[in-house]
């Protein structure tokens, strides 16, 4: 691995720890919501709608960094290839490549 893959990926680790803070919260405030029937204009299928797309945000990111930590962040858990960084740094949490992704129709 190069320096600059090195740099791109510390970013992308940021990247996602970031993300992992920030669904984190999130999720905590839409419980709050969720207890609630009405709050602020939330009707509470939109709350629920949104705990659920939050949960698997979180679960992907978590997903993220855990493969991050054995090393086998990046590859395609389809084909096993290695996905492009250029692509990585627009969906950090992606699990497959270009082509696997669209034939999973995903
Ligand atoms: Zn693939």
Known sequence: MTTSTNNRMNALRSVLEEQFQRHTTELTTLSTYGTVPEHN??????VLARIEATR????????????MAEGTYGRCERCQQDIPLERLEIRPRARFCVPCQQTSGR
Do not use: E, I, P, S
């Open 41 to 46: 204009g939330h009707d509470r299928q939109t």
């Open 56 to 67: 698997q945000a979180l679960a992907d990111t978590a997903n993220a960094l855990k493969r």
